[in-house]
């Protein structure tokens, strides 16, 4: 498991799903710059989070094609 930290704006909070869209920066060895869905996992992240907002984000997780 790998750990990247990055920045991204909030386009949709999806609760149901567990879910937040972001249209984030570069994650060195991970992905290019896109806009996608990421789970959460500690609903209490979505407190206070709005559209439009200007984040900081952690992602673990292991690279593609390792």
């Known amino acids: 498991m790998q750990t990247w930290h990055s920045r991204g704006v909030v386009r949709a909070v999806l609760p149901e799903l567990n879910v937040v869209v972001l249209t984030h920066d570069d994650?060195?060895?991970y992905m290019a710059p896109m806009t996608m869905?990421?789970?959460?996992?500690d609903p209490r992240l979505y407190d206070g989070l709005d559209i439009g907002d200007v984040i900081r984000f952690t992602l673990t997780g292991a690279p593609p094609n390792v």
């Open 37 to 41: 869905g990421f789970r959460v996992h």
């Open 27 to 29: 994650l060195p060895g």
